[in-house]
């Protein structure tokens, strides 16, 4: 089974670990990318992938096909999906990405772009009476272009990590208060807490400038925000923020008060989980945590991640975690108070 995994340039190793402890040794094919792997792997359940943390993505690369990066490759792309594309029912979606240099030639150079080949190779196959569903495909038609290669495969939408087509664009929209902000809004959509949010209590530790905030409060949750900087002015005279003007360290509060707690400081592994067990007190039986775990300089992530766990038991179970497309060197965990 051959199947192209997207990860983060610093995380492959860790990504082909995973890959290899959840679906057998993986045999890399190509690295089309500094993100991009392509590898065989023995036959098995490619939905166990989605237990991961450092694969963001997964396709099938069932067709190797070379492309020169003209026109011509949307006719080579089309002839390849034919075999493909008469299996195709029910509610569908085309998902092309490419490298940084597909078909030899860099992507602002290439005659064409992915929304091209999205609706080239979507056209006929709605035309058959299938309905495009860019949120939930039933199937997903699968294409990667590297270098001189493309790869194309069809999956249901449940052999998919990620889902949503547009996920790993997204997230680069500009933000309203910072760039953080696309973290929280991923790590809701990813793991559906929308609804768990709204009229909930959150806390909002080292909230400045309130990215994290804003989001939380823009969900309906009411948020106490924690930072001696300043808040941006919207989020300072949002209705559901209250701002605190202090350290974490200094913070007293006499009860279990808050549904939610979230962490996004830049400080180290150890002190991360400091402020965590220290701010689990307030959280409410069952309450849940959402932090990001910064990796920037360490050289073993998937350690880093296993002690960072490890130091918060039994605080807390560890829900999820995953390398999000708006993460950079670092993982945002789900957490639920113990």
Known sequence: MRLVLTHHRRFRK??????????????????????VTVVDVPDGDVRLLKTTTFVQHV?????????????????????????????????????????????????????????????????PIEARGAVVDLDRPSQILSTYLGASTAYLGLSTGEDNKRTLVAQHSRYTQPPAICRAERKLDEAIDLWELGGDLREAAALDVGASPGGWSWVLAS????????????LDERVANHPLVSHLKTRAETLEFGEATFDWLVNDMNVDPPLAAEVLLRARPWLRPGGRAVSTLKMAGRSRPREVLASFVSRLEPGYALEASQHLYSNRQEVTLLLRRS
């Open 14 to 35: 860790a990504a082909l670990e995973e890959t290899s402890e959840t679906l057998g040794e993986p045999r890399v094919v190509e690295e089309p990318d500094h993100s």
């Open 59 to 123: 396709a099938p690369a069932d067709i190797a096909i070379e492309i020169d990066g003209s026109s011509q490759d949307l006719h080579r792309l089309l002839q390849a999906a034919e075999g493909f594309a008469g299996g195709v029912e029910g509610h569908f979606a085309v998902q092309c990405r490419r490298g940084a240099h597909s078909g030899g030639a860099s992507h602002v150079e290439a005659e064409y772009t992915t929304r091209d080949v999205e609706i080239a190779l979507g056209r």
């Open 219 to 230: 969900a309906g949750a009411r948020v106490t925000a924690v930072d001696p900087g300043e």
